[in-house]
């Protein structure tokens, strides 16, 4: 089992920025990609952004490209998400997942065995 645990959220103004961070524990070793979603109110959780494990390999949503960075530090078991520019549209939880084998499409929520219980992130215009 992995578990992960989000902070850094908060209430801005837009274009502001912020650092999610997402801390990994458990059986980490099986984690092959660790991604961040979000999710509004009567809305479907959509991808937001995407890493290996080690950060090799990174992939954004295209409302977020270019503002958003996803890095990670594996010594310290922790993913994070530099948002930078935020606008009153990023306002959403933001949840961290881990996928331990690869399958299927990164962007889809079926293809994550492990999920965060959210960081929200407002901003305000």
């Known amino acids: 089992q992995v578990q992960l645990v989000e902070s850094g959220g908060g209430v801005v103004q837009a274009g502001a920025s912020l650092r999610l961070s997402c801390v990994a524990s458990?059986?980490?070793?099986?984690?092959?990609?660790t991604s961040w979603f979000r999710q509004v109110p009567g809305k479907e959780r959509e991808f937001v952004s995407s890493?290996?494990?080690?950060?090799?390999?990174?992939a954004y949503a295209d409302s977020v490209r270019g503002r958003f960075t996803i890095s990670s530090d594996t010594g310290k078991n922790t993913v994070y998400l530099q948002m930078n520019s935020l606008k009153p549209e990023d306002t959403a939880v933001y949840y961290c997942?881990?996928?331990?084998?690869?399958?299927?499409?990164?962007?889809?929520?079926?293809?994550?065995?492990?999920w965060g219980q959210g960081t929200a992130v407002t901003v305000s215009s």
């Open positions: 458990g059986r980490t070793f099986s984690t092959v990609t």
């Open positions: 890493s290996t494990w080690g950060g090799a390999r990174t």
């Open positions: 997942a881990a996928q331990s084998r690869i399958r299927g499409s990164i962007e889809s929520v079926e293809v994550y065995d492990y």
